[in-house]
């Protein structure tokens, strides 16, 4: 059992381009959640997904940011037109039917916007 | 301010030292998580508590509910244990589950 996995784990982007962070929840669960940490600040709540459905995306920024977890894949959160305060970890975690049992965090994305 | 709150937000301490991290929410919750994170890395999910105890290793997590409050106790301290220790909870709300809150966390430093 890989556990979550992320990738990349270091990502570097020009401001305009496009980020696109991947996770693979763990074997078993169907929800996903996305965070991110921005540079000493603490962990804040983007979204909350399961299979082809996103149930919560009130940390989500309204604009540049969709998450999505399609029924084959990884789920992808994508980062249009970056800019430099885009900059921060972005952890994904896992859980079986949304109970947070065995509620499994990834090892994270960094995104550095240049 | 902040739902959750972590104190203290930095603590040195002595190899072998007793340590407590403290954690207080101010709204109700369905869980707890003690999280811990070391600098550039990953975060590792020690506890999840809904009410009492529970033991790992070194390692006690403590909840009252009624108090809204939440302990980490390591025992025995060592380097090793140096990190970031995050508070998170699950807020009591209607529909399906949904994500963590966080606290600002504490950053604890065991020297030899």
Not at chain 1, 6 to 14: K, S, T, Y
Not at chain 1, 19 to 45: D, I, N, T
Not at chain 1, 54 to 81: H, T, V, W
């Amino acid at each position: 059992n890989a556990g979550v996995m992320q990738n990349p784990r270091h990502l570097v982007r020009r401001r305009g381009q496009e980020a696109r962070l991947r996770c693979s929840p763990m074997k078993g669960h169907s929800h996903v959640y996305w965070y991110r940490q921005l540079p000493e600040e603490g962990l804040k709540f983007m979204v909350y997904l399961q299979k082809e459905n996103i149930i919560d995306e009130s940390g989500m920024p309204k604009e540049r940011f969709s998450a999505e977890f399609p029924k084959e894949g990884p789920s992808i959160l994508r980062i249009q037109q970056v800019v430099r305060g885009d900059s921060a970890a972005y952890f994904c975690a896992s859980s079986q039917q949304g109970t947070l049992n065995g509620y499994t965090f990834g090892s994270g994305t960094r995104l550095t916007v240049v | 301010k902040n739902e959750v709150e972590q104190s203290p937000q930095n603590l040195t301490a002595q190899e072998g030292e007793f340590i407590t991290i403290n954690c207080s929410y101010s709204v109700g919750i369905s869980a707890l998580h003690w999280l811990q994170q070391h600098p550039g890395g990953g975060i590792v999910s020690l506890f999840m508590l809904s009410s009492g105890k529970k033991k790992h290793g070194r390692l006690i997590a403590t909840i009252n509910i009624q108090e809204k409050h939440s302990s980490l106790h390591i025992t025995a301290s060592h380097p090793r244990d140096s990190a970031v220790y995050i508070c998170a909870v699950r807020l009591r709300r209607g529909g399906g589950a949904d994500g963590l809150t966080f606290g600002k966390g504490t950053h604890l430093i065991i020297q030899p």
